[in-house]
Nanobody, 127 residues
Framework: VQLVESGGGSVQAGGSLRLSCKVS?????????MGWFRQIPGKERERVAR???????????FVKGRFTIYKDISSDSPKNALYLQMNSLKAEDTAMYYC?????????????????WGPGTQVIVSS
């Protein structure tokens, strides 16, 4: 499975961005937990949101009500992508954002529980 993020960029505070994570090599019969993480230089990578193989959602408190994670991944879908809709962006949302997945379906809180990662996409929010 390969993950490639896109959609990052520069935006003013209060604006919106939608991040995409193109998924290839996905085994549809296998459960995956997928999530978005972010990392600021000098800080640990932190989970922003995740979606389980059963569709269950979890958000970090600092993005609740502002970010939405969803996916369009199936054998019938030409998109095969994970998304993160980010609204009401704040300067403190500035970070490198990463798409991650864990085969087997377990949704770990920390980054060590995810075995597959994209290269990241940079988000810069100016105040």
């Amino acid at each position: 499975v390969q993950l490639v993020e896109s959609g990052g960029g520069s935006v003013q505070a209060g604006g919106s961005l939608r991040l995409s994570c193109k998924v290839s090599g996905y085994t549809y019969s296998s459960p995956y937990c997928m999530g978005w993480f972010r990392q600021i230089p000098g800080k640990e990578r932190e989970r922003v949101a995740r979606i389980g193989s059963d569709g269950g959602l979890r958000y970090a408190d600092f993005v609740k009500g502002r970010f939405t994670i969803y996916k369009d991944i199936s054998s019938d879908s030409p998109k095969n992508a994970l998304y993160l809709q980010m609204n009401s962006l704040k300067a403190e949302d500035t970070a490198m954002y990463y798409c991650a997945a864990n085969a087997g379906g377990y949704c770990a809180i920390g980054p060590d529980g995810y075995t597959l990662w994209g290269p990241g996409t940079q988000v810069i929010v100016s105040s």
